[in-house]
């Protein structure tokens, strides 16, 4: 597993994301990572902490430049819940949850976030504007509709395949509705 291409692959996917999303500052991007995936194993079963701190460094790089919050998914065994920094909790009236990620629970890549950032907590819903899903983590339920997929050509990091999404305002009305300006 060369580190370097590791990063370059997650700055070029995040990159994308960031562009063809048309994110921005102060809006909240949701990521679920598999390092195990990323390192070429099966979801769950080698979780590396090594991949989390290089992935990790790699996207606050970028992140911390754009103003863009980020929320980082927990595994299925805390309910994919998220780590986010206290300033987007209160910001955004989320509830924080009694919980602290591990490897073994929450995952690597949450268990690294929770411990590198300021003033983490985990809560347990959030409201993203898009979403970057390494290695099959299932992101989606963090969207609320209308979520566009984007099919990316950076489409792998290491060896775990990779899916965004952004979502859209619903577009209501009928045949004489009108959704911009001329």
Known sequence: ??????????ISVLSEVIERAKIGAGQLLVVGCS???????????????????????????????????????????????LVVCRRVEKARSYEAVSVVPVPGAGGAMAAHAYRAMGEPVVVEA???????????????????????PLHLAQSR?????????????KLIGGARAVYALS
């Open 1 to 10: 597993m060369n580190v370097s291409v590791i990063a370059q692959e997650a």
């Open 126 to 148: 959030v409201r993203a504007d898009a979403g970057l899903d390494i290695g099959g983590t299932l992101i989606g339920m963090h969207i609320p509709p209308v979520v566009v």
């Open 35 to 81: 390092t195990s995936v990323v390192g070429g194993m099966a979801i769950g079963k080698a979780g590396s902490e090594d991949v989390a701190a290089i992935l990790y460094e790699a996207f606050t790089s970028i992140l911390e430049h754009s103003d863009i919050d980020v929320a980082w998914q927990c595994c299925e065994h805390l309910n994919r819940s």
């Open 157 to 169: 990091i290491g060896e775990a395949s990779v899916m965004a999404a952004f979502r859209r305002p």
